[in-house]
């Protein structure tokens, strides 16, 4: 039978009261079950660094476990700068939630190409 292939989607109202400390947990919990995450935002670099610092450490202590793969598509990096100030004030207001991140197992992830507009996530058979 093959593998089966989990997306977990977090909806950024999910995360948003969290610590930052909580956000890495919640995520690389589900990461170390082998799913992969679709996350509504972005986190922030030192989340970002948190989650990377944290799979390392976890690299060769937990059979088959060998990291994690991210990226982020950012819609606002396209706009104009009109548009770049409306939305600064809107991220202040409400948060980052325009962005969507992916994270998943870099066992299960053989690759994650991005451009402005697209994620190509290519698997592992």
Known sequence: MANKLILSFIP??????MESSQ???KILDIILTGKIVILQGKLEAIEESGLIQATMALVGR???FRGVELA???????QALFEKIKM???KVLAGNRY?????GPASIVKEIK???K???LMLKN
């Open 114 to 116: 991005r451009d402005p």
């Open 72 to 78: 982020v598509i950012n819609p606002e990096s396209e």
């Open 118 to 120: 697209k994620i190509e």
């Open 99 to 103: 962005a969507l991140t992916i994270i």
């Open 12 to 17: 950024y109202a999910e995360i948003q009261k």
């Open 88 to 90: 600064g004030i809107a």
């Open 62 to 64: 937990i059979k088959g």
């Open 23 to 25: 956000r890495v947990k």
